[in-house]
């Protein structure tokens, strides 16, 4: 069993169509991970059917019962986050600005204050329309910790892989470099860089990479509309080199990409047999990789 994930430095890169199009040609071959848990959208070109679904729970949050609660004020003054506030001699927990610090129960003397866990979230295991898993997730609103919500996508697509017997994980990780993409590269085999030939486009290729060789991890590159500006796309291509990135491929800017998705299709399900071959092309590089042999 090989994990790929797929990243980007910024949104906007294709990332999702890419990731999803590798999806329907891995098929039965693969358990695919959406890890993007703030803004998951996996699912919408995928058209899962859950099969199972369960809360999240991760963080502290503080409760006060008011049946103990003597309005002593302590828990206000002690709170640094300003979560606790006062109504008609009420004393109530805003769930937004709670940090779960803890301090509060602490300092109560009538230990009217308890620390619960917090929802934050709900993850799911579903069957996709290409008949293959994907374990997908979605985070609460204004709800943090979701490094842990992306782990714990990763681990049951794992546990279905080894089950399976599957040969190849696919992560879907979120943009940028935050906590849920240091979560996503946690224990890949192979990532998948995707990128667009624009002046942010290259900043942020250069930031994610530099976190992917924190982890020591291959990495190759996917060049999305590499036609809208051959100059900065000649610039990815030398950076490519001068780092050792494999460079993998180059996808034409294409409209039947929207098209398709209006449709709620991937790219190789749309009548574009040009498309379609580049994308072979890609998942066959990729696969073929001696860090995925």
């Excluded at 859950?50 to 991760?58: D, I, L, M, Y």
């Excluded at 609103?141 to 990763?154: D, F, M, P, Y």
Aim: proline share 3%; with cysteine; aromatic share 6%.
């Amino acid at each position: 069993m090989k994990e790929i994930v797929v990243i980007s430095g910024k949104g906007g890169t294709g990332k999702t169509s890419v990731t999803a199009s590798l999806a329907v040609l891995a098929n039965k071959d693969a358990v695919i991970a959406d890890c993007d848990v703030d803004a998951a959208d996996m699912h919408l070109l995928t058209k899962p059917e859950v099969q199972k679904s369960e809360s999240f729970f991760s963080g502290l949050l503080a409760q006060i019962k008011s049946d103990l609660c003597i309005n002593c004020g302590l828990c206000v003054e002690t709170c640094r986050f300003n979560a606790i506030s006062v109504k008609n001699d009420k004393y109530s927990v805003a769930p937004l600005n709670c940090e779960g610090c803890g301090y509060c129960e602490k300092v109560c003397p009538q230990k009217a204050i308890v620390m619960h866990e917090q929802n934050i979230g709900n993850w799911f295991i579903s069957k996709t329309k290409m008949s293959n898993i994907l374990v997908h997730a979605k985070l609460g609103i204004g709800a943090e910790n979701s490094g842990k919500l992306v782990a714990k996508v990763k681990n049951e697509a794992k546990k279905i892989a080894q089950e399976q017997n599957l040969k190849y994980i696919i992560v879907d990780g979120s943009p940028g470099i935050g906590c849920p993409v240091v979560s996503s590269l946690s224990g890949a085999n192979y990532v998948v860089l995707v990128t667009e030939p624009s002046i942010s486009g290259l900043h942020d290729l250069k930031r994610v990479y530099e976190l992917v060789k924190k982890f020591q991890i291959k990495a190759g590159c996917i060049i999305n509309k590499h036609d809208i500006n051959p100059e900065i796309t000649n610039n990815i291509l030398n950076y490519l080199d001068s780092e050792g990135i494999d460079y993998i491929n180059s996808l034409p800017y294409n409209e039947n990409f929207t098209k398709a998705m209006l449709q709620g299709k991937t790219i190789v399900e749309y009548n574009d047999p040009e498309m379609k071959e580049l994308i072979y092309n890609t998942w066959g590089k990729i696969t073929s990789t001696e860090h995925l042999k």
